[in-house]
């Protein structure tokens, strides 16, 4: 039976500034719409939420190769 390895540190550092970016670009774009539309906060925490499935999407596919 081969010994499965395990993502390097490269991959993992990757995986880290995807899921930071995805949540940054979640954020900004709920406060972007919400100031220009008048929506207010409601907005950007829907922003976070789909920053946050983002970030936990790419992440995924990203470790599903070694699961």
Not at 7 to 14: F, I, K, M, Q, S
Not at 15 to 23: H, L, N, Q, S
């Amino acid at each position: 039976m081969a010994r499965r390895t395990g993502p390097n540190y490269v991959e993992l550092a990757g995986m880290g500034v995807t899921a930071g970016a995805c949540v940054a670009v979640g954020v900004g774009g709920g406060y972007w719409i919400g100031t220009t539309s008048g929506a207010g906060s409601a907005v950007t925490f829907a922003g976070l939420a789909v920053g946050v499935l983002a970030a936990v999407a790419a992440t995924y596919f990203k470790i599903a190769k070694y699961l």
